[in-house]
C-alpha cells in the first residue's frame, strides 16, 4: 500500500491492519496472573493499585518488553467487575499496550456490561483511539482529563 493508498484507506481498513500486525508480533504468555501488582522489569514501567478506587495507576512506558506485566495487572483486576486505568504517569504507549487495554474493556462489557474507565489518557493515546476506531469500543470509558491537553 502506497502513502497516498493510506492516506485515503478508511479508519476500519486501517485498524484491521494494525490489529494483525499487533497479533502476529505479540508473544501470547501463559504465566499465572499476580494477585498483587508490581513494579515491572528494567524499571521501564510500574504499576501500582490506585488508592481511590479499584483500578490501577500506570506510569513509565508501555511496549512489547513490558506489555506481560501489564497483562499480568490487567488479569488480576478483572474480577468480572470494572475497574478505572490511571494513565496520568503514562510516557509512551506502544499498540500492543493499547490493544491489552482496548481487549480487556471488550471482555468486561462481554462478562456483564462492565466498563474499563481511562482516566487521565495522554492525548497521543486518545488520537490513537479515534484513529483505529477502538474509541467505540464497548466497554471502554475514557474520563475527560481536568486540564486541556
Known amino acids: 500500500m502506497s502513502t497516498k493508498d493510506a ?26 496472573i499476580r494477585a498483587v501488582p508490581v513494579t515491572a522489569t528494567d524499571q521501564l514501567l510500574r504499576i501500582t493499585p490506585l488508592a481511590d478506587r479499584a483500578g ?42 493499547l490493544r491489552a487495554l482496548v481487549s480487556v474493556a471488550a471482555a468486561l462489557h462481554d462478562g456483564g456490561d462492565h466498563v474499563l474507565t481511562l482516566r487521565s489518557a495522554p492525548p497521543q493515546l486518545r488520537r490513537l483511539l479515534q484513529l483505529t476506531g477502538w474509541r467505540q469500543t464497548p466497554g471502554l470509558h475514557l474520563q475527560v482529563p481536568t486540564h486541556p491537553g
Do not use: K, N, Y
Not at 492516506?7 to 499465572?32: D, H, K, N, W, Y
Not at 506489555?67 to 510516557?91: E, N
Open 7 to 32: 492516506a485515503s484507506a478508511p479508519a476500519s481498513v486501517i485498524a484491521a491492519l494494525v490489529e494483525r500486525f499487533v497479533t502476529a508480533l505479540t508473544p501470547i504468555t501463559t504465566a499465572p
Open 56 to 97: 490501577l495507576w500506570i506510569e513509565g512506558e508501555l511496549d512489547h518488553s513490558t506489555l506481560p506485566d501489564l497483562r499480568q495487572a490487567l488479569g488480576s483486576m478483572a474480577s468480572g467487575r470494572g475497574f478505572c486505568v490511571d494513565l496520568s504517569g503514562l510516557a509512551f504507549i506502544d499498540v500492543g499496550g
